[in-house]
């Protein structure tokens, strides 16, 4: 087999790169209030939301920010763990308490969190994909398929909240 044919292997940060650049990002919002570490997505890419949705154990209020792209009035994310094993704990939260919010540049929504099965995963994942082309390979690196969260709004809510 000649090397232009072996699938090569994606190369990702160690994982504690990854929880530091992520906990940087967070206080980078915190300390400019919101102002500084969220954008829309771009042409061809992807932009990021901060989530806050209710702890499973705990009933309290958690937040993280993750990347989305937009499909209509929906935002989809990928439940990636940084390509690590294991659920991330905002979408073992999401399965338990569905209803969220989340800020993005223009607002907060209120949202409620699903995953995408069938075709409209497939159509989800390819747009993904698109945006990355190594996606599978990524993908592969985990032992269980990697969740397309939907987070369409909330039946009755308004789409973006006022005072935010």
Do not use: C
């Amino acid at each position: 087999m000649s090397v232009e044919n072996r699938a090569k292997k994606p190369w990702l940060p160690p994982r504690w790169f990854i929880r530091l650049a992520w906990s940087v990002h967070r206080g980078l919002y915190r300390v400019f209030r919101g102002r500084v570490g969220l954008w829309r997505p771009r042409a061809g890419g992807w932009g990021t939301l901060r989530l806050t949705a209710t702890g499973r154990r705990t009933g309290q209020q958690r937040s993280v920010i993750i990347g989305y792209v937009e499909d209509g009035p929906n935002l989809v994310s990928l439940a990636m763990n940084g390509w690590g094993e294991g659920e991330p704990a905002w979408w073992l939260n999401l399965q338990t308490h569905p209803d969220a919010t989340v800020d993005l540049v223009d607002g907060q929504r209120l949202v409620r969190g699903h995953a995408a099965t069938g075709d409209e995963r497939l159509r989800l994942w390819a747009r993904w994909r698109e945006i990355d082309t190594n996606l599978d390979a990524y993908a592969a690196l985990r032992s269980s398929e990697t969740a397309v969260v939907v987070l369409e709004p909330r039946p009755g809510a308004s789409d973006t909240l006022q005072g935010s």
